[in-house]
């Protein structure tokens, strides 16, 4: 018997257990009974690839190196506080 985990709470769903299969992206999923009812949508169920650039190349993150990693997520966002009286 193939072992389910509900892909929300990522509780055990024992023999027996009601669930909801899925499928997205060619892979299957469940949610256990009460994780469906609370929310039907499957949700982040994708790892997203997040793209920056650094010295002049736009790059997926997962390929800097550590150091560059960390200045990535250092890095602080400015808004720009001046109004325009056009």
């Known amino acids: 018997m193939q072992k389910h985990?509900?892909?929300?709470c990522g509780a055990e769903i024992g023999k027996g257990g009601k669930y909801m299969p899925y499928e997205a992206n060619g892979k299957s999923f469940v949610k256990c009974e009460a994780c469906h009812t609370a929310d039907p949508v499957l949700r982040n169920f994708q790892e997203a690839e997040v793209y920056s650039r650094?010295?002049?190349y736009i790059r997926p993150?997962?390929?800097w190196n550590k150091a560059k990693r960390q200045e990535?997520?250092?890095?602080m966002?400015?808004?720009s506080t001046m109004a325009c009286d056009c």
């Open 77 to 79: 966002t400015f808004a």
């Open 5 to 8: 985990i509900c892909h929300d």
């Open 72 to 75: 990535f997520q250092d890095r």
């Open 54 to 56: 650094i010295v002049g």
């Open 61 to 63: 993150i997962k390929q």
